[in-house]
């Protein structure tokens, strides 16, 4: 099953909403919501999709693609009609804060091969080689160098690097540990044609890893025909994402939320400019050093740049800064085209 679109008609901050998750007609395998703080983002997934959180049961319309074509439910009327139920069965939620340990992911792992093996008809070896062909796929663009090798006696993962040398889950480093955790249930045969959503995707993931997590979801989405539907503050997980996979949530005039077309592709931009052209953010430093910095530049537009006071506010925000600085050496060469255009007079 995969979701096409959300009407709401009255909750909360959304008055009249509509949302798409097509591309033209065809429902879209991954989609990232972003958009300011207590734009709704939260409520979307939890309260509209998910449906468990809402106390008032939200009037809207959704309209899904599932295996006998297009549905469309109309809520809260539809709640408990069977059809409702047995569709909205297959969509998980998961929220902010719910990382699991390595011992927990250990047991996760653990509990997928016992149930390969018993439910499955697998042979050990069957169950392990799927496992591996599991970790492959979430860590195919990484590189990974390791294999899983099987469980001990002791009933621990182990792992093998390609010097032949064994070490337990604990071996791998924190980001495979981090993407491991969150991306490998997903990768199972247990979500397959499922909804997955997922609430602030970046939490507790290191910066390298949100830069690759939406390709790895690309290929879970991919594996299994999975809908997944994402949000995210990160401006580097907005910067690994297509113009065609973004739903902006922004405030109208009256403060409701509407969704905001993506005017251009933040694909492998700079975190610069998905900040500045995407989350409005108009300081990409403490506003301190912004005005410090800007000061600068109005003494040299003034020709002020040989004054005492110049001289002194370069050397302090230099000290700050360091003298390699972007923005500083900027400041320095424009000094230094400002005198050659003296002298030039």
Same mark, same amino acid.
Request: glycine share 4%.
């Given at each position: ?153 002791? @009933?621990? *993962? /182990?792992?093998?690097?390609?010097? $032949? ?6 071996? &791998?480093?924190?980001? %495979? ?119 600068? @530049?109005? *003494? /040299?537009?003034?020709?002020?740049? $040989? ?6 506010? &370069?050397?302090?925000? %230099? ?27």
């Amino acid at each position: 099953m995969k979701l096409k679109h959300i009407h709401i008609d009255k909750y909360k901050i959304f008055r009249d909403f509509d949302i798409d998750f097509c591309l033209g007609d065809k429902p879209q395998n991954l989609i990232v919501i972003t958009g300011n703080n207590g734009n709704g983002k939260t409520t979307l997934l939890r309260d509209i999709i998910f449906g468990t959180a809402a106390t008032v049961k939200p009037y809207s319309i959704i309209t899904v693609q599932n295996e006998d074509g297009i549905v469309t439910f109309t809520l809260p009327t539809t709640c408990e009609d069977e059809s409702y139920t047995k569709d909205f069965s297959k969509v998980k939620f998961y929220p902010t804060n719910t990382d699991i340990s390595i011992e927990q992911l250990q047991n996760e792992i653990l509990n997928y091969v016992d149930k390969s093996i018993n439910e499955k008809g697998k042979t050990s070896f069957g169950a392990y080689t799927k496992i591996q062909s599991l970790i492959n796929d979430i860590f195919k663009e990484i590189n990974l160098q390791i294999c899983f090798k099987g469980v001990s006696q002791d @009933k621990k *993962l /182990i792992f093998v690097n390609t010097a $032949e040398e064994e070490f337990g889950i604990e071996g &791998l480093s924190a980001g %495979e540990q981090q993407i491991l955790s969150k991306m490998f249930i997903l990768f199972t045969e247990d979500m397959k044609n499922h909804i997955i959503l997922i609430d602030e995707l970046e939490t507790s993931l290191h910066p390298a890893c949100q830069t690759q997590i939406l390709s790895v979801l690309r290929r879970c989405s991919e594996a299994n025909d999975c809908q997944i539907i994402v949000t995210t503050q990160s401006p580097l997980v907005i910067a690994s994402a297509y113009k065609e996979e973004i739903r902006l949530l922004v405030r109208d005039d009256s403060g409701y939320v509407k969704v905001k077309p993506c005017d251009n592709s933040p694909y492998g931009w700079l975190v610069e400019k998905v900040l500045r052209e995407i989350q409005g953010v108009k300081y990409l430093r403490v506003p301190e050093i912004e005005n410090q910095l800007d000061k600068l @530049k109005e *003494l /040299i537009k003034e020709e002020k740049y $040989e004054s005492d006071v110049f001289k002194q506010k &370069l050397a302090t925000i %230099e000290t700050t800064l360091g003298v390699s600085d972007p923005d500083l050496i900027l400041i320095r060469m424009e000094v230094l085209r400002q005198k050659k255009k003296r002298i030039m007079k």
